[in-house]
């Protein structure tokens, strides 16, 4: 167990809808970040927040967003779904922002089929 | 931007055999790090390994150990001992020292183990 905690675990829903994926980070981590992990696009980086603040931008659709909250749980919504948008979905967590020994730790994902 | 190869989709070996899983990455950093992450079927993405690129010391964890080709760009794992739990996806990543702290992946390698 990593430590890292990802609510629902799996979700089906149609196309056109908007879901919310929800992460707790390990205690005391200040940095969450999340991957996609599809078929044709393997792991992917989304963003990052750091102690509430976006701190790093990779492939994320404007469709999609994310906000840490003050108690440092993170959600990501992803809204206008399409089928090209299922896929795991995981969150990762670490100490601080960057830094020699940032290890990031990986919750078991959030597995979004889009139909 | 930096990029990670892994050229061996799927790979397999005997129990009790040793395996080397290969990858390669592109950048023009003279600092960073790499990574090899395991992804059993549970789809927790586990840390196996890590090196520092400034270290010319080979990395070891038990049966794992790296071969760092710095000038190269090749950073494989080796598997000693294979044991059937050591089934899974395996993930060469690497890592900037500083700004964003995402991982870049590789594609991955699927890592069979015959009894």
């Known amino acids: 167990d990593s430590g890292v905690t990802q609510t629902p675990k799996h979700l089906i829903t149609a196309t056109g809808q908007r879901v919310t994926l929800r992460c707790s980070p390990r205690s005391g981590d200040l940095s969450v970040y999340w991957y996609q992990q599809s078929l044709d696009q393997g792991l992917q980086f989304l963003i990052q927040?750091?102690?509430?603040?976006?701190?790093a931008k990779g492939n994320i659709l404007e469709r999609f967003s994310a906000q840490q909250f003050p108690d440092l749980h993170s959600e990501l919504n992803l809204s206008s779904l399409e089928l090209g948008d299922s896929a795991l979905y995981f969150c990762?967590?670490?100490?601080?922002?960057?830094?020699?020994?940032?290890?990031?730790?990986f919750g078991q994902g959030t597995r979004l089929t889009v139909v | 931007a930096q990029t990670v190869t892994q050229s061996q989709p799927e790979m397999s070996v005997q129990e009790a055999e040793t395996v080397t899983l290969s990858c390669t990455y592109d950048t023009s950093e003279s600092d960073y790090y790499l990574f090899w992450y395991k992804q059993p079927p549970s789809r927790q993405m586990i840390l196996v390994i890590r090196?520092?690129?400034?270290?010319?010391q080979n990395a070891t964890e038990n049966r794992f150990s790296v071969n760092f080709q710095k000038a190269a760009k090749s950073f494989s794992l080796k598997i000693s001992d294979s044991q059937l739990g050591d089934a899974a996806m395996y993930f060469c990543a690497y890592r900037a020292p500083q700004g964003a702290q995402k991982l870049v992946f590789g594609q991955g390698t699927r890592l069979t183990i015959n009894p």
């Open positions: 090196q520092e690129a400034y270290k010319q």
């Open positions: 990762a967590s670490s100490v601080g922002a960057g830094g020699l020994n940032t290890e990031a730790f």
């Open positions: 927040y750091y102690n509430g603040e976006e701190r």
